[in-house]
């Protein structure tokens, strides 16, 4: 039996995926697995028995990574299970930037008990003017589940569609539109275009990578969109370029004390994934990223420890073994299964960064004793019998 524990609430059609073998318990420490979405994990105690974390959505910015990491405990992530939810969000920020939608409700609101609002708003409309979307262009950066979709949606809207990602995987770039116009400096993207949306993840790398340099060369008319991360941005920089009318807006899906009321900003409460099917595809995809590992020991997409899949076990046993990425690591687990006279009938060792995985399928049920000498191995994290 198994045993799962949800940080935040995890919509029903997910979790009704769990089979019998599984069972919801009220307490972090009683789990092998837990669900989070936005719940705060940095300070929590993490349980001897957690193997995995399974985050219901993208971002893992409240999850202590290499905490995990160092206590064998894999953290799963769900990219692309909100990409459209999000891809809608951004064509919305794009014409509340444009037109001034809402400027122009709060108009209404406030002439709410003018028997004549209508004849009145004909004379005010012009207040609240704005310019189409269509024929401008738009810069992607980053193009990932994301990216990609607003980058294609953005051809079909008429816009002249700019994508920058130096590491756009394989995958990506068969779904990217042949309208893309692929760039390989992001400065470009900054000078040429009138709408600017950043889809990267949050890295030491790209942290505040939009700062008051590259607010400089951006047009006077442009908009940018975050509904990415905040600290990608440099908020202050940018507050201060809108009050400076240096450029024409600024969009944001996470509110702060920086950006919301001040001049320029549209500032949104974190909707991005904020729809029923977002949160649907989301909880789906992290049960069955736990089930897969508990049931097989397969990893897929992890952020802390790399994809590894060997699919359904058919041999006798396997074994998986959560390792530090060190050289000669690997002979020592094949030396131990064959002192204990057990044939390794397939394996597979991946790392990423400073972590590796190693799953052995073997011919033989493993015992507790070799099972005890595998994690006495310098660099071993934690080993678990699948089968």
Known sequence: ??????????????????????????????????????????????????????????????????????????????????????????????????????????????NQNDDNIAKTAEKQKKNFAGTEISGKKIGVIGLGAIGVLVANAATHMG????????????????????????????????RECDFITVHVPLLDSTRKMINAEAIAMMKPTAVVLNFARDLLVDEEAMVDALAKDKIKKYVSDFPNTTTVGAKGCIVTPHLGASTAESEDNCAIMAVREIRDFLENGNIVHSVNFPDCNMGACTTAGRVGILHKNESNILSGFTAIFGEAGINIDGMANKSKGDYAYALFDIDASVGDEVLKKLEACNGVLRVRKVK
């Not at 940080?7 to 029903?12: F, T």
């Not at 972090?28 to 957690?50: F, Q, T």
């Not at 893992?60 to 992530?77: S, T, Y």
């Not at 816009?159 to 400096?185: F, Q």
């Open 1 to 110: 039996m198994y045993r799962y524990h949800c940080l935040n609430p995890i919509a029903a059609v997910g979790l009704e995926l769990f089979s019998d073998e599984y069972q919801k318990v009220e307490e972090l420490k009683d789990a092998d697995a837990a669900l989070v979405r936005s719940a705060a994990m940095h300070e929590l105690e993490l349980p001897e028995g957690l193997m995995a974390v399974a985050r219901a959505g993208a971002g893992v910015n409240n999850i202590p990574l290499d905490k995990c990491a160092e206590k064998g405990i894999v953290v799963f992530n769900t990219p692309g299970a909100n990409a459209n939810g999000v891809k809608e969000l951004v064509f919305a920020g794009m014409l509340y930037a444009s037109r001034d939608l809402v400027g122009g409700i709060e108009w209404c609101l406030e």
């Open 159 to 190: 816009m002249e569609v700019y994508g920058y990602d130096p590491y756009i995987s394989v995958s990506a770039a068969w779904n990217l539109s042949r309208s893309v116009k692929h760039v390989t400096n992001v400065e470009d993207i900054y």
